[in-house]
T-cell receptor
Framework: DTAVSQTPKYLVTQMGNDKSIKCEQN?????MYWYKQDSKKFLKIMFS???????INETVPNRFSPKSPDKAHLNLHINSLELGDSAVYFC?????????FGPGTRLTVT | GQSLEQPSEVTAVEGAIVQINCTYQ??????LSWYQQHDGGAPTFLSY????GLEETGRFSSFLSRSDSYGYLLLQELQMKDSASYFC?????????FGAGTRLTVKP
């Protein structure tokens, strides 16, 4: 009965590669998010989608592109990976002020 | 600009009470949330304050003063399992932003 799931849990890849992280929520929420948490544990919102429409697009490099095929899914595609992209990426969903986070994807770029 | 300030670390002993403060600066403020995150885990929601005053949920309480742009999380009867990072976050009319987190260490 996982509420918010992400795949993969771990991702190790080399600089310059392109990778995707998938997120699905079964809570029926209209809003989904992507967050990046760096090694200092700072949690920064990257994108937010409300019912498949982008409503927040923080100043992240355009190598990062979110895609929402339907309101239960929000995927994150990253092109030309760089060392600084190494972090934990969390997907989340919400219906109001309470956000439900996925388990995170630890991305390591070597 | 927009900002949140909270202490980086707090240490307390089992059974004690600890208060984690959070000050924020933003426009169009809606409310202040608190999240708990254990090492290697995901943030989990603890509480939300939209109005001034104290909200109590079991051993945890959260307070908000909108006029002072200030809130705190109060943890009572501390247990070892409360060792974690605690994040305050504000919601405004555009956005939700998290503070840098406070690492709470509970000692026996």
């Amino acid at each position: 009965d996982t509420a918010v799931s992400q795949t993969p849990k771990y991702l190790v890849t080399q600089m310059g590669n392109d990778k995707s992280i998938k997120c699905e929520q079964n809570l029926g929420h209209d809003t989904m998010y992507w967050y990046k948490q760096d090694s200092k544990k700072f949690l920064k919102i990257m994108f937010s989608y409300n019912n498949k429409e982008l409503i927040i697009n923080e100043t992240v490099p355009n190598r990062f592109s979110p895609k929402s095929p339907d309101k239960a899914h929000l995927n994150l595609h990253i092109n030309s990976l760089e060392l600084g992209d190494s972090a934990v990426y969390f997907c989340a969903s919400s219906v109001s002020y309470e956000q439900y986070f996925g388990p995170g994807t630890r991305l390591t770029v070597t | 600009g927009q900002s949140l300030e909270q202490p980086s670390e707090v240490t307390a002993v089992e059974g004690a009470i600890v208060q984690i403060n959070c000050t924020y600066q933003t426009s169009g403020f809606y409310g202040l949330s608190w999240y708990q995150q254990h090492d290697g885990g995901a943030p989990t929601f603890l509480s939300y304050n939209a109005l001034d005053g104290l909200e109590e949920t079991g051993r945890f309480s959260s307070f908000l003063s909108r006029s002072d742009s200030y809130g705190y999380l109060l943890l009572q009867e501390l247990q070892m399992k409360d060792s974690a990072s605690y994040f305050c976050a504000f919601t405004n009319n555009n956005d939700m932003r998290f503070g840098a987190g406070t690492r709470l260490t509970v000692k026996p």
